[in-house]
């Protein structure tokens, strides 16, 4: 799996210090290679939980709750190979839940300690998924759909376009100014700085407009938000990676990602099947 940081400073001696706290990493696999979920179209939710073990006589659950589906609760087993903690169900989204304006599905994951019937939860994480339109009923017109834009696409468009005194635009971020992690065998393939650069601008530019919606007094630390990006500009499992400490801060940068959907086509350089992007933001200040 290929990371791309954007913006991604050092972590302060706060964050640092939150390493020793237990954390979520989640994945999804799709039927279908588009990255988005279709009404009725089943697909595997998985969790993996970082630092935590269960106590004498309780059990370790995984409990996914959406509108979308039925809640499921699902035993936390070992991954064999490490002390990471990992679940995983199979979910189908209702018709009814997607509507024809597509609204992006909710889903709560919530990790609990299980002594016989009580449940104590320990870590709660709200994500993100994003599903296609309802089948369009079939009126004897079969051309071609038009083809899904974002506010990102007219950025794109200027990469190599010239300024206002006719001089060919430069790209702004050159190739080692991403950090890229690449966890898998292989060197890394993720490229074209020019579209990730394009990406952190838009969606740090739409988070200062809802950091002035947000008004006074929601002053909070910095947070990174992280989202999984497939070749048609598709975005799944959006989520808060870092928290500000302020839950309705954290909904905003939420917001702010899926008002951008669906992102821009990856450039034809790019050639992996998803790319999990963060992107660091400035919390709110006084």
């Given at each position: 799996?290929?990371?791309?940081?954007?913006?991604?400073?050092?972590?302060?001696?706060?964050?640092?210090?939150?390493?020793?706290?237990?954390?979520?990493?989640?994945?999804?696999?799709?039927?279908?290679?588009?990255?988005?979920?279709?009404?009725?179209?089943?697909?595997?939710?998985?969790?993996?939980?970082?630092?935590?073990?269960?106590?004498?006589?309780?059990?370790?659950?995984?409990?996914?709750?959406?509108?979308?589906?039925?809640?499921?609760?699902?035993s936390l087993e070992s991954?064999?190979?490490?002390?990471?903690?990992?679940?995983?169900?199979?979910?189908?989204?209702?018709?009814?839940?997607?509507?024809?304006?597509?609204?992006?599905?909710?889903?709560?994951v919530i990790v609990a300690?299980?002594?016989?019937?009580?449940?104590?939860?320990?870590?709660?994480?709200?994500?993100?998924?994003?599903?296609?339109?309802?089948?369009?009923?079939?009126?004897?017109?079969?051309?071609?759909?038009?083809?899904?834009?974002?506010?990102?696409?007219?950025?794109?468009?200027?990469?190599?376009?010239?300024?206002?005194?006719?001089?060919?635009?430069?790209?702004?971020?050159?190739?080692?100014?991403?950090?890229?992690?690449?966890?898998?065998?292989?060197?890394?393939?993720?490229?074209?700085?020019?579209?990730?650069?394009?990406?952190?601008?838009?969606?740090?530019?739409?988070?200062?407009?809802?950091?002035?919606?947000?008004?006074?007094?929601?002053?909070?630390?910095?947070?990174?938000?992280?989202?999984?990006?497939?070749?048609?500009?598709?975005?799944?499992?959006?989520?808060?990676?870092?928290?500000?400490?302020?839950?309705?801060?954290?909904?905003?940068?939420?917001?702010?990602?899926?008002?951008?959907?669906?992102?821009?086509p990856f450039p034809p350089?790019?050639?992996?099947?998803?790319?999990?992007?963060?992107?660091?933001?400035?919390?709110?200040?006084?």
């Amino acid at each position: 799996m290929i990371n791309v940081f954007l913006w991604a400073p050092p972590l302060s001696s706060a964050a640092e210090s939150r390493r020793d706290t237990p954390t979520l990493e989640f994945d999804i696999a799709l039927p279908n290679k588009t990255g988005l979920l279709n009404a009725g179209e089943p697909f595997n939710f998985s969790v993996r939980v970082k630092g935590l073990k269960p106590g004498r006589g309780e059990e370790l659950v995984a409990v996914f709750e959406s509108s979308a589906f039925p809640s499921r609760l699902v035993s936390l087993e070992s991954d064999g190979s490490s002390e990471d903690l990992t679940a995983s169900t199979q979910l189908s989204s209702h018709p009814m839940a997607m509507s024809a304006s597509s609204q992006p599905i909710r889903v709560e994951v919530i990790v609990a300690r299980l002594n016989g019937l009580r449940l104590h939860t320990v870590l709660q994480r709200t994500v993100y998924l994003t599903a296609g339109p309802p089948p369009a009923p079939s009126n004897g017109d079969h051309s071609p759909p038009a083809p899904l834009t974002s506010p990102l696409d007219s950025l794109l468009d200027q990469a190599s376009a010239t300024d206002r005194f006719g001089q060919p635009v430069q790209p702004l971020l050159l190739p080692e100014d991403i950090r890229e992690e690449n966890l898998g065998e292989g060197p890394p393939m993720v490229q074209s700085p020019v579209y990730w650069k394009q990406i952190t601008e838009t969606v740090t530019k739409r988070w200062g407009q809802e950091l002035s919606q947000l008004g006074k007094g929601r002053a909070a630390r910095d947070l990174r938000v992280k989202f999984q990006l497939y070749p048609g500009g598709f975005a799944q499992l959006i989520q808060i990676e870092r928290s500000s400490g302020n839950a309705n801060v954290d909904e905003a940068a939420l917001r702010t990602v899926l008002s951008l959907h669906p992102f821009p086509p990856f450039p034809p350089d790019v050639r992996e099947p998803s790319v999990d992007v963060h992107v660091d933001l400035p919390g709110p200040k006084r």
